[in-house]
């Protein structure tokens, strides 16, 4: 069974610090994608981003840094020079996608709080 | 694209009612999901459909909790009756089998607050 572990449940910076949210991850299937959403205090899912498991490649968006290392079924995210408008809860998700099956595990969330 | 589109966004109900939520996914998205999320349990999938078909229903908690796709372009969530403990944000969401496509994901609604009083 696919199993999503986010082992931070909340994290408190001050702005402009970077954090790492840690994300490990389960699956017995050779093809899967991870993703990360951020679901700010207004409640909606934001996608930030999604890696198949053939594409070891770290990204860069912006302030956004991922960190995809299968060798520890690991998908990190940091945010450098962190914002206020980055508070948020972050979820670390894995959809397995084969035997036919399009379930998307998330894992239980990490709390992030940006403090002025 | 209107982007997956849930209503209503805020349901208050009593208990013992029924209640019917509704999700409209994205044209030409062949999955649907619905989830709720709660402080206890996080974000549960309760079914998906594939082609208005379900497909697995092993996390719809128990006989009170349906849920239907008459078509391509609408499905609903019933809870009847239904309890406090049933007091969540039901999530849809929409995916397309083609992974190749650039921006292939998950698209969630903006969710439905129930509470059951």
């Known amino acids: 069974a696919q199993k999503v572990t986010q082992a931070q449940t909340e994290i408190s910076v001050v702005e402009k610090e970077d954090v790492t949210l840690d994300c490990v991850y389960e699956?017995?299937?050779?093809?899967?994608?991870l993703f990360w959403y951020k679901q700010p205090p207004s409640g909606e899912l934001v996608f930030l981003i999604r890696?198949?498991?053939?594409?070891?490649q770290n990204e860069i968006s912006g302030r956004y840094s991922w960190n995809f290392q299968k060798s520890t079924s690991s998908f990190n995210f940091t945010i450098t020079a962190s914002q206020v408008v980055d508070s948020a809860v972050y979820f670390c998700?894995?959809?397995?996608?084969?035997?036919?099956?399009?379930?998307?595990?998330f894992g239980k969330g990490t709390k992030l709080t940006v403090n002025p | 694209d209107a982007g997956v589109i849930q209503s209503p966004r805020h349901e208050v109900t009593e208990m013992g009612q029924e209640v019917t939520l509704r999700c409209k996914p994205i044209?030409?998205?062949?999955?649907l999901f619905w989830y709720r999320q709660t402080m206890m349990r996080g974000l549960e999938l309760l079914i998906y459909?594939?082609?208005?078909?379900?497909?697995?229903d092993s996390g719809m908690p128990e006989d009170r909790f349906s849920a239907k796709m008459p078509n391509a372009s609408f499905s609903t969530l019933k809870i009847q009756p239904s309890e406090p403990r049933d007091s969540a944000v039901y999530f849809c969401?929409?995916?397309?089998?083609?992974?190749?496509?650039?921006?292939?994901?998950?698209?969630f609604g903006s969710g439905t607050r129930l509470t059951v009083v």
């Open positions: 890696r198949n498991s053939f594409d070891e």
């Open positions: 699956t017995r299937d050779t093809t899967y994608y």
């Open positions: 998700a894995l959809s397995e996608h084969q035997g036919g099956s399009e379930k998307l595990v």
């Open positions: 459909f594939n082609n208005n078909v379900p497909i697995d």
């Open positions: 044209s030409g998205h062949d999955y």
């Open positions: 969401a929409s995916s397309s089998l083609d992974r190749s496509i650039l921006n292939y994901g998950y698209t």
